[in-house]
């Protein structure tokens, strides 16, 4: 390869001498150089690199100011550089050598590509091809003003398309369809109205086994044609979809690894999990549904997603982190974790972007090879995972629209995704395992505080265990409270500690305080939640405090609220959502015993609120 003055337009315009940077100057003068690099070897007249800037807005000042760009790029290629710039009949003629492109290279790497193919050599066409894509660092001539800069990254997006639906093809006609599928379907996103992207997914998806996925993907790119173009779709389409419904569409046959080969780990696999719990007590059934899926996916090809949620306090991050903990040997590719930050309105939720940007850089991507957009992030981040078994632990998710391009798109990987509110979009359109977590059992709640305290230490006192896990309502965190001040006391007998929870002066939520550290405060951790809710639904949930018993009925709570009951299991419904009250059944519902108190409080407030307004 040339390694003399080097030029990028598949990106930012940039210009590297004896590979060092060298500066292509300000925005109008990378436009010039654009101009110029992009017609290498025949003249450009000045009034040419005049309408290439401004087109029709060019100030009297632009023939002067394309002069001053031309003397300045002289300067950054240097005196001995063997890439100039000649003054030919009133214009300028740039000269380099072609390997010192990185267009022309990737020209040269397509078309060895394309021989490669035609030659049935899918392994290395499939190869050059993707070295050919990584070549582009961003959208070409990026930041570059001018009308030329703009048609020019017209014409060369549509080469790195090409060059990524043919890499794609070659990647399904070599039977790699699950992969191919994953990152098929973000392209499909990004350009929803490109048919042979769409032809190869519904290929990719039926040989992955997933018939149904493919004809939806036809009857979606189908209306989309009409709605907008006006058009059917075209006959090689129509064609794939026919043999598709009849079962004709002809297959190749993958090829791989067997399940049972070993597979050692990635040299610099990412290990970001917090530390795992010593033990987690109680939750032996969601662990086992958890395996289960990983094993249901292992046999059929596909990733593995699931969705934990359950009230604040409930354990959420402890079981998804411990879970992943034990699962972690299955994913020897790495384990990636992020706190997405949508539990509460106090903190913005991460920017997917962002996440994605974190993620990358543990996979080795480069801050200056970074994709800008999200989809962009979201489909290098696939294709990075299409060949590896990574665990991604997505903590505290707002909605699905934070998660859905952070979740790994081929075979062998696995997302937990945890959050306060119920993720209906991620199972419907995913196929996400929900997994709800429920305050803990009697017998767990009390083996939990053995094992925190010692078993001779609760076995002394039965009677008092169980008030203080009355008390603590059977919720993790609460009771986490508990035994770390009773851990401090070990002279004090826990009848007295459960005294110290019972005394009128306390308000429930007092004895689960923390000055420490917020997130082990369960009226904190319930003010998360609370505050997501919207007017209508926290007036209820209000109202609800008025309700004498924990069980209570759609009609009871319309009663009291003086609501219609149909409105009333509308905002219910809401509740339920956010974890906040459970359903037990046609038109039932029930509430955790702290979520009661806390109600109460902020009815309370509320009442005392509109007293100090009303001048009490």
């Known amino acids: 390869m040339y390694v003399g003055v080097q030029f990028s337009v598949l990106g930012p315009v940039r210009l590297h ?38 087109g029709d807005e060019a100030p009297p000042s632009a023939i002067g100011s394309v002069r001053t760009y ?45 021989e490669a193919r035609s030659t049935g050599d899918l392994a290395s066409a499939t190869s050059l091809l993707t070295k050919g894509l990584e070549m582009w660092k961003g959208v070409a001539l990026a930041g570059v003003p001018g009308p030329f800069a703009d048609q020019q990254r017209s014409v060369l997006g549509e080469l790195r398309l090409a060059c990524a639906e043919e890499q794609l093809a070659c990647e399904v006609e070599r039977g790699r369809y699950a992969e191919a599928a994953a990152e098929l379907s973000a392209l499909l996103v990004e350009h929803p109205l490109r048919e042979r992207v769409c032809g190869l997914l519904m290929t990719a998806l039926y040989g992955a086994g997933r018939q149904s996925e493919a004809l939806t993907i036809y ?77 249901d996916a292992e046999a059929s090809s596909s990733v593995a997603l699931c969705t934990i949620g359950g009230l604040a306090g409930v354990g ?28 509460g309105p106090e903190v913005e939720p991460r920017a997917p972007a962002h996440v994605l940007e974190q993620f990358l850089q543990s996979l080795g991507v480069r801050l200056e090879d970074m994709p800008e957009t999200t989809q962009a992030r979201g489909l290098m981040f696939r294709g990075l995972l ?25 075979p062998g990987s696995m997302a937990l995704v945890t959050s306060r509110m119920q993720l209906h979009a991620l199972v419907a359109a995913y196929q996400a395992l929900p997994l709800t977590l429920m305050p803990l059992s009697q017998a767990d709640a009390r083996s939990l505080l053995a094992r925190r305290l010692g078993a001779a230490r609760t076995a002394a006192e039965p009677e008092a265990v169980d008030r203080i896990v009355r008390l603590a309502g059977q919720l993790p965190l609460a009771l986490a409270n508990v035994a770390a001040r009773a851990a401090y006391r070990p002279q004090l007998r826990l009848a007295s500690l459960a005294n110290e929870y019972e005394a009128p002066e306390h308000r429930t939520l007092d004895a689960f305080a923390s000055e420490e550290d917020q997130a082990l405060d369960v009226r904190a951790s319930l003010t998360r939640s609370y505050r997501l809710l919207d007017t209508e639904t926290a007036a209820l949930f209000r109202d609800l405090s008025a309700c004498p018993d924990p069980l209570f009925a759609a009609s009871q709570v319309a009663d009291l609220a003086g609501r219609p009951e149909c409105r009333v299991r509308k905002v219910l419904s809401r509740l339920i959502r956010a974890h906040l009250v459970s359903e037990v059944g046609p038109g039932r519902y029930s509430w955790n015993r702290l979520v009661a108190a806390y109600a109460a409080e902020q009815a309370r407030e509320g009442l005392l609120d509109q007293g100090e307004l009303a001048g009490w």
């Open 219 to 295: 009857h979606t790119t189908s209306h989309l044609l009409r709605q907008r173009l006006g058009v059917s779709p075209s006959p090689e389409l129509q064609q794939v979809h026919e043999r598709i419904l009849s079962g004709r569409l002809e297959l190749t046959q993958t090829t791989n690894v067997p399940k049972s080969a070993p597979r050692a780990p990635s040299p610099h696999a990412p290990a970001q999990l917090p530390a795992a719990l010593p033990s987690l007590v109680g939750r032996e059934r969601e662990q086992e549904q958890v395996e289960r899926l990983v094993a």
């Open 17 to 54: 001498r004896q590979g060092v940077e060298a500066g292509a100057g300000q925005p109008r003068q990378c436009a010039v150089l654009a101009s110029l690099l992009l017609r290498a070897g025949r003249p450009v007249s000045l009034s040419k690199l005049v309408d290439d800037v401004w």
């Open 70 to 114: 031309i003397y300045r790029l002289r300067q950054a290629l240097g005196e001995q550089s063997d890439s100039s710039v000649h003054l030919v009949d009133g214009g300028y003629r740039l000269h380099i050598q072609p390997d010192a492109l990185d267009l022309n290279r990737f020209k040269e790497t397509a078309a060895m590509a394309r």
């Open 386 to 410: 299409a060949n590896r078994r990574v665990l991604v632990v997505l903590d505290n998710a707002r909605n699905t629209d934070q998660v859905k391009h952070l979740l790994p798109g081929g």
């Open 316 to 343: 959420k991050t402890a079981f998804a982190t411990t879970v992943a903990h034990r699962l972690a040997d299955r994913f020897p590719d790495g384990q990636l974790f992020a706190d997405l930050q949508g539990a």
